[in-house]
């Protein structure tokens, strides 16, 4: 209210000072002075002839109203008039006002906040050099996986056969995910980066801060390294002289050629597995891989492709996929993908997030309808409650088009100060929303208030402005001037509800908008609901996963990172409260992990209607099964006595036996890995376990391999605990053995394995939170105004209902009365809504899991509850009309 | 609340403060007045009708208004009839004319 007061003293004090007003004051003041006087001549007390004379003058302030709106004057002076008539009337119904201005407040603000964040993830180009040439390949494949897994990636193979045959591209480079570890006098730090050909950085069109990128000419024998500006100054002390230095990283030497400008980060898109603290990249690598001739090394690549000038998208996309089906014509791998498909390096970096965003958006936009509505229904009451005095000024010379933009003048005030607390609210509350967004969704770092969000907010205001008034304002300019100057007493009509089709017609958008958001958060949440009850396969309870990716230096042979593991692990299992630990290479529910082709004994390596071949390798050891709790299902799990010296095993999981052996007993049966090099290992199959969902519980399960870490051929890189300690706990004694065991061996990150779990369901939680409240709102909005129409309906109908109780009608046929009345948009509405929700659920339907956008439970219980709710706002004001008095209701005649 | 008058006929107040005008430049106060004393205290305006009716001529260019000190040395805002607002009171008045004779001749009939 402080505000309020404040922009109205404000306004005020520029109106005194406003000729027109200081003259008509002056007037007034003369015409008092003379009336005084003549009074005194007739002999009347001093005292007495002045207040006789303001009697006779009348109601100063509203002969004032009158005589403006009559002069008019400049459209500022008459824009300054109707901001404060405006501003008296909204301090005259504070209630009214800081509902309607908190609502407003509410929906501007929700939809400032999501626009913001719409803005730089989905509208602002990239923050590249034109960035519209800049696109990325990726694999079509049979599995249902997330797109940046490995699978996705481009072989080499097929790189370097683009790179030298293809006529659509300018340049084309490619990158793959790098750490390194910086040691020296702090403790070891484990940064994240990207390896790239020299192409990759000038592609991207931003120059560094110092030194250069990398040339096509830099000889790949020496390891050259572009660092990022936080690393430079982090770690270097911002010291300019870096450019030619040695660095120490990874116990390997770099030489330092640049460093890019603050703010520049390279892949934008965070990676969708482990969560790491910040997706700053460190450094920029030269690549040591030969590009130059084809290889089979399976090597896979981000390729990141620039189109020539004038090419399209679909030249480009029609050429890469015809190299690729020759590629694949004349020299088919086991592993090959069904297709591949150039996409704007935009849409791969936002794409995914693009869905969820727009229909919080949309949500948000519902929203902010339903405020207007609701707003509006208020003011309409209002509006009728003024006919009078609206005919009046009519009367004396003000034109319907006056009054209707006086009208819109004080809903358009109304919406200016909803929009200003919702701008504020908005800036207070992204922080909060930006902290529940999923966190992959890339370039949320990005997002602030900023000009070009206010514009938005500012637009948003003046139409939520327009639509709450629109209609009021339209209303009043309608007054018939008899009918209305006829009437004695300050009720409009008697015999019939003046608010008719107006009223309901606003309650009927409100319901179906409504309708339409409760069905939305209905949906998302029997969704998720669903999710958390997917069976996850594994333990995540009390389960913490640490990545630590060894050194190859310091641990260049499998007998050195085992004993490294095995040290550990023997800590750990020591520890009170830890009662499994076992290390891995691959993290569950994230499709962390090795994906590699296999080979089945006794079956053709490529067959015509072969599944494909391939399937997520866990290396594991004893206690990696036991942290997890994997549930064996057939034979037996791996145990300590699976060693380099024993028969190699494999355990499967239930949809790699039924996939590769399709009811066959899988158990004795034997596979290899098809690896680029060293001849294969055929494995027995001892066991089988339960699958779990690798990808994330919304994907579908796919064949996992367990092997032990004692017989594997890559090493493992994270260390699992189960334990009944506090997470936080966990994690430092995780840190402290691994210090116990190695002081120089950074842990790159510890997450739980809860967290994962809520991580993959971050986009389902997100919007669901949202909706929540969206709709919380939306069905507390409609029934404020269902009430209020009905309530103003029953207080104009009181002399009609009480003739009807004076003939004998009980209070049932008036409940029934009001309930018939009130109720009919609520039905009208619930028809409309569900039509509404419907498309929308079409919408949402990428959100879903388990349900169907046309799930008809769902559909019940949104109506039911909306009915318990639209019925209670009726039956309050119902049963006030069933006291009517009838002989008070007359003689108020 | 004083209910504006709405007694006199639309226009009719218009009518009578050219007129009363038409004698010379007088202040709102005056304007009143004048009416009273030319009906012979049959008309008495309210401040609530006056005003606005003044405010309203003025707007229609029929009469201006400027600043000026009255006759008994008070700064007063005076209404001066322009030539458009004469012109105005000899259509108003021939229409008067017309119309009262009417409802005269009206009014006479048995």
Redesign the interface.
């Known amino acids: 209210m402080f505000l309020l007061r404040l922009i109205y003293t404000r306004l005020y004090g520029l109106l005194r000072k406003n000729r027109i007003e200081q ?1 008509m004051d ?3 003041r ?2 008092l ?3 005084t ?1 003549e009074n005194i001549d007739r002999g009347m007390r001093p005292d007495e002839a002045e207040r006789e004379a303001r009697r ?4 100063v302030g ?2 004032k109203d ?2 403006r709106d ?3 004057g400049g459209f500022m002076e008459t824009l300054l008039q109707d901001l404060r008539h405006g501003a008296r009337i909204l301090l005259k119904n504070p209630g009214f006002t800081l509902i309607a201005v908190l609502t407003l407040a509410l929906g501007i603000g929700a939809n400032t906040a999501i626009f913001s964040i719409v803005r730089s993830v989905l509208i602002q180009p990239l923050p590249f050099a034109e960035p519209d040439r800049l696109m990325q390949a990726r694999y079509l494949t049979k599995q249902d996986i997330p797109q940046e897994f490995l699978l996705n990636l481009i072989n080499r193979r097929d790189l370097v056969d683009w790179r030298t045959r293809s006529r659509s591209f300018e340049r084309i480079g490619a990158y793959k995910n790098e750490r390194l570890t910086f040691s020296g006098d702090e403790a070891p730090e484990m940064i994240l980066g990207v390896s790239v050909t020299p192409e990759l950085l000038p592609m991207l069109g931003i120059q560094p801060a110092l030194g250069r990128y990398f040339l096509p000419e830099d000889k790949r024998d020496k390891r050259l390294i572009v660092l990022s500006d936080d690393l430079w100054r982090r770690r270097f002390a911002a010291n300019p002289g870096i450019i030619g230095q040695t660095i120490r990283a990874s116990e390997d030497s770099y030489v330092v050629i640049g460093v890019m400008p603050p703010g520049f980060n390279f892949p934008l898109k965070p990676r969708n597995d482990v969560r790491f603290p910040s997706n700053q990249m460190g450094f920029w690598a030269l690549s040591g891989d030969d590009l130059s001739k084809e290889s089979r090394d399976g090597h896979s690549y981000n390729v990141i492709l620039q189109l020539k000038p004038g090419v399209r998208a679909e030249q480009a996309q029609a050429e890469v996929e015809m190299l690729f089906a020759q590629r694949v014509r004349d020299n088919p791998q086991p592993d090959d993908p069904i297709g591949v498909k150039v996409v704007s390096l935009k849409e791969q970096t936002v794409g995914e997030a693009r869905t969820i965003l727009l229909i919080l958006l949309g949500g948000a936009g519902l929203v902010v309808l339903m405020v207007c509505a609701n707003i509006a229904s208020l003011l309409l009451v209002r509006a009728d409650r003024r006919r009078k005095e609206m005919a ?1 000024r009519q ?3 003000a034109s319907p088009a006056r009054l209707v933009r006086q009208a819109l003048t004080e809903s358009l005030l109304l919406a200016l100060l909803g929009g200003a607390a919702g701008a504020v609210l908005a800036a207070w509350s992204l922080k909060l929303l930006l902290q529940l967004s999923p966190y992959h969704i890339a370039r949320l770092n990005e997002t602030r208030i900023d000009a070009g969000t206010l514009v938005f907010t500012l637009g948003a205001t003046a139409l939520a402005g327009l639509l709450c008034g629109a209609l009021p304002a339209w209303r009043s300019a309608r007054v018939d001037l008899n009918e209305t ?1 006829k009437q004695t007493a300050g009720r409009a009509s008697k015999w019939r509800s003046s608010l008719g089709a107006p009223g309901n017609l606003l309650v009927t958008f409100e319901i179906t908008l409504t309708v339409a958001l409760t069905m939305g958060a209905g949906l998302l949440l029997n969704s998720y609901a669903r999710l958390m009850m997917v069976d996850t396969g594994v333990r995540t309870r009390g389960v913490s996963a640490a990545v630590i990716p060894l050194s190859g230096k310091r641990y260049p042979d499998a007998a050195s990172y085992l004993a490294f593991f095995r040290q550990v692990i023997e800590r750990l299992e020591a520890t009170p409260g830890i009662d499994a630990a076992g290390t891995s290479n691959g993290l569950p529910l994230t499709g962390v992990g090795n994906a590699l082709p296999l080979d089945i004994e006794g079956r053709p390596r490529i067959a015509a209607d072969a599944p494909a071949m391939v399937a997520t390798t866990h290396v594991v050891s004893a206690g990696y099964l036991r942290a997890l709790d994997v549930p064996l299902l057939r034979g037996r799990l791996l145990n300590a006595r699976d060693t380099a010296n024993t028969v190699p095993v494999a355990v499967i999981n239930e949809t790699a036996a039924q996939r590769f052996w399709q009811g066959e007993d899988p158990i004795g049966k034997r596979l290899s890995f098809v690896l680029p090099e060293g001849k294969a290992v055929w494995r027995q199959v001892v066991g089988i376990v339960k699958s779990t969902p690798h990808f994330g519980i919304k994907r579908k399960l796919e064949p996992e391999i367990y092997v032990p870490v004692e017989q594997g051929q890559w090493p493992a890189a994270l260390l699992f605990a189960h334990s009944s300690l506090p997470q936080a706990e966990l994690a430092k004694v995780m840190r402290q053995a691994v210090a116990a065991v190695d002081k120089n061996q950074p842990v790159w990150v510890i997450n739980s394995m809860e967290d994962l779990l809520a991580d993959s369901v971050a986009t389902q939680r997100f919007s669901l939170s949202l909706f929540g409240g969206f709709s919380t709102l939306a069905l507390l909005l409609a029934a404020m105004g269902v009430y209020g129409v009905v309530a103003y309906t029953v207080a104009e109908r009181t002399p009609e209902i009480g003739i009807r109780i004076a003939l004998g009608a009980q209070s049932r046929d008036v409940l029934r009365l009001i309930l018939a009345q009130g109720l009919k948009p609520v039905g009208i509405g619930s028809g409309a809504g569900v039509i509404v929700a419907l498309a929308l659920g079409r919408a949402l339907s990428s959100l879903l899991y388990g349900v169907t956008a046309t799930d008809p439970a769902t559909f019940a219980i949104v109506i039911l509850s909306l009915s318990a709710v639209a019925l209670l706002a009726c039956y309050l004001p119902a049963r006030r009309a069933t006291k009517v008095d009838p002989m008070v209701a007359l003689r108020a005649e | ?2 209910t ?1 008058d ?1 007694k006199l006929l639309q226009g009719t107040l218009d009518m009578l403060i050219l007129k009363a005008l038409s004698l010379g430049p007088l ?3 005056g304007v009143g007045q004048r009416i009273m004393q030319m009906s012979e205290d049959a008309l008495r305006v ?3 009708s006056l ?2 009716a003044l ?2 001529i ?2 229609q260019g029929w009469i201006t208004a400027e ?1 000026g000190v ?1 006759e ?1 040395n ?4 005076f209404y001066k009839l322009t030539r458009a607002g004469r012109k105005q009171l000899q259509i108003e008045e021939a229409n008067w004319e017309r119309l009262a004779g009417a409802v005269f001749k009206v009014m006479q009939t048995n």
């Not at chain 1, 006779?56 to 109601?59: L, S």
């Open positions: 003259e002056d007037e007034m003369f015409h002075l003379m009336r006087r006779r003058y009348g109601n509203r002969i009158l005589a009559i002069k008019g009046i009367a004396l010379g100057l | 609340m004083p504006p709405t202040h709102g106060y309210e401040e609530g005003y606005p405010y309203r003025e707007r600043w009255s008994n008070l700064r007063a805002k």
